[in-house]
């Protein structure tokens, strides 16, 4: 039991290690898989719940032009909750912007 305890304390402290490097660096670069904070920030009211707002030009314009594949990496990550991002609502953004799905990154 301890160790199990121990365990899972260890996997939370890597995730949120995990969590802060990928921010860190994301805020360095000014982008994560070519979406920048703004593109992200334009996109937020389409990603959080309960009642999700459609994607805005905006939103969609900065998905057209990020690294869809990379962004879909994403998808059972810790970093999206943790921002406040609900992963099924963002693997909806791309169809919803008329964009192609990209494989593994269906809802």
Do not use: H, W
């Amino acid at each position: 039991m301890e160790s199990s305890k121990k365990s899972s304390s260890s996997m939370m402290v890597v995730a949120v290690l995990v969590l802060v490097a990928a921010m860190a660096a994301a805020e360095q670069a000014g982008a994560i898989c070519n979406m920048t904070s703004d593109g992200f920030d334009e996109c937020k009211p389409s990603v959080t719940g309960p009642d999700p707002a459609e994607p805005s030009r905006g939103c969609c314009d900065a998905l057209g032009a990020a690294d869809l594949p990379c962004l879909c990496s994403y998808r059972n990550s810790v970093v999206l909750p943790s921002l406040g991002i609900d992963p099924g609502l963002a693997m909806q953004l791309p169809r919803k912007c008329g964009l192609p799905t990209p494989a593994g990154c269906e809802e």
